[in-house]
């Protein structure tokens, strides 16, 4: 084991799982700047070469530097660490991702709430002949299947859409 892999399994057990990105001991600020260039680009386009052009347009300068970049990737293992970053970043996008769900699973059911408040005070309101059996049960089906959709229970593939009522009484519903 040299002493680059002794540094990197050292780092490795102070570090969380997916932090060797960082700057290790004893590498110096040239080649952690040059890593940084190649950690940055998108994984698919992620090469020595393409780290070089990227920080040196400079044609004469590449040939040079890619030798030395080159040298600094396989001594300080940029492949590997550029991977765990990748893995890092994705699970940052996936943990925000999953707080976006969550708030907004959590305003559906806060609507469906309301949705379901609506409909019960309007049908308290109401002449009950002025009901068809169908109505009711159109109106309560569809009120369940948001609530349960926004509670998770079940998603909206799990049931056939409901069909559309016939009886339209949203002007009924104003100053409720």
């Not at 970049?69 to 660490?81: D, F, I, L, P, Q």
């Not at 309101?125 to 309560?140: K, S």
Request: glycine letters at 6%; charged letters at 35%; a neutral charge.
């Amino acid at each position: 084991m040299t002493a680059i892999d002794k540094i990197i399994e050292e780092t490795k057990k102070d570090e969380l799982p997916f932090e060797s990105w960082k700057r290790l001991s004893g590498e110096g600020s040239a080649a952690f700047a040059a890593f940084c260039v190649f950690r940055d680009m998108e994984a698919d386009k992620r090469s020595i070469r393409g780290a070089v052009e990227t920080a040196e347009p400079d044609q004469k300068k590449q040939s040079g530097k890619y030798n030395v970049w080159r040298n600094y990737a396989a001594k300080y293992r940029w492949h590997e660490r550029a991977a765990d970053y990748d893995r890092y970043t994705d699970n940052l996008k996936q943990g925000e991702l999953r707080k976006t769900i969550e708030a907004q699973g959590e305003m559906h059911r806060q609507v469906t709430g309301k949705m379901l408040e609506v409909v019960k005070k309007k049908l308290d309101t109401m002449n009950p002949d002025e009901l068809t059996q169908g109505n009711v049960t159109e109106w309560a089906s569809m009120a369940i299947k948001a609530e349960r959709e926004a509670a998770g229970l079940v998603t909206a593939s799990n049931k056939p859409e409901p069909k559309q009522g016939e009886l339209n009484f949203v002007s009924d519903f104003n100053g409720l």
